[in-house]
């Protein structure tokens, strides 16, 4: 591939992330131009220089970091027109692993191996099999829109980071069939870091499982009460508010029963999307 596809690429991304940012919501800290203080001082120590605020930070170290930590990490230059663009802008997003991950899962049948995060021999070589780059853009795109809604931080940057992928997908497309793309353009909120340290936590099955255990207690607790009520029955004073109880219990049992059975359905099934969409299964 073209040197010139990365450069074209950065550019575009650098308009994504825009300047300095430091939003207490956002998991990357302070930030500039998408390079975080953590990433800029790792950098600055392997060059030995002087830690310094990432404010400072100078054209050069963004292209030298950017280059060497992200591009070269997820083989830029061994991607397809388009692809390469899009897996660059996850993984200065959220993160090299994750992108990865978002394209092999992207690759579908393709990719033998495993969802790793990798990008070795196996996923470059499922990359060439896949024809269609437009699709595998779509599909790419997809996934980590999905990863995204799945993150607590949603609330705060998702209307940032929908607009950001709608664009990475856009231009990605274009590059892919050889088309000129449009302008990128800069949205608050697109830029703040979407990490899966971030992500929803999976609802429990301990309100289900209380719910459950006391439905099957009410009806055990009627059941007594019931049986009390036989030998009673010659007391008619003291049968009738058993009978009472006893309705009452067993209409509340099958209630508390019903209403575990259905939470536990229902976070069985959220469960399942969350790992779904953050690529955990």
């Keep these: 591939m073209a040197v010139s596809r990365e450069r074209a690429s950065l550019d575009k991304l650098l308009v994504h992330e825009g300047g300095y940012v430091n939003h207490p919501s956002d998991p990357g800290g302070p930030t500039n131009k998408g390079v975080t203080q953590r990433v800029y001082d790792a950098y600055r120590k392997g060059k030995a220089l002087a830690a310094r605020s990432v404010k400072s930070i100078t054209m050069p170290e963004v292209y030298d970091i950017y280059d060497r930590q992200y591009w070269d990490a997820v083989k830029g230059d061994q991607l397809p027109e388009g692809v390469d663009y899009v897996v660059l802008d996850g993984a200065v997003n959220s993160g090299v692993r994750q992108s990865v991950m978002w394209l092999q899962r992207a690759l579908g049948p393709a990719y033998k191996g495993r969802i790793d995060g990798v990008m070795g021999f196996s996923t470059l070589e499922a990359v060439k099999a ?19 809604r799945h993150l607590n931080t949603w609330s705060v940057f998702g209307k940032g980071w929908a607009t950001r992928v709608s664009e990475v997908r856009s231009i990605g497309k274009a590059w892919a069939s050889g088309s000129t793309p449009q302008v990128a353009s800069f949205m608050d909120g697109g830029q703040a870091k979407g990490y899966i340290e971030d992500a929803q936590t999976a609802p429990g099955n301990g309100v289900a499982d209380a719910a459950t255990g006391a439905g099957i207690g009410g009806g055990g607790l009627a059941g007594t009460l019931q049986g009390l009520q036989e030998q009673l029955t010659p007391l008619s004073y003291s049968s009738e508010w058993i009978t009472k109880v006893v309705v009452v219990l067993g209409i509340v049992s099958v209630l508390m029963l019903a209403g575990g059975v259905g939470y536990r359905w229902y976070a069985t099934r959220k469960a399942a999307r969350l790992a779904q969409a953050l690529g955990t299964v």
């Design 130 to 148: 896949v024809n269609n780059h437009d699709a595998l853009v779509d599909r790419i795109c997809d996934i980590r829109m999905n990863f995204l």
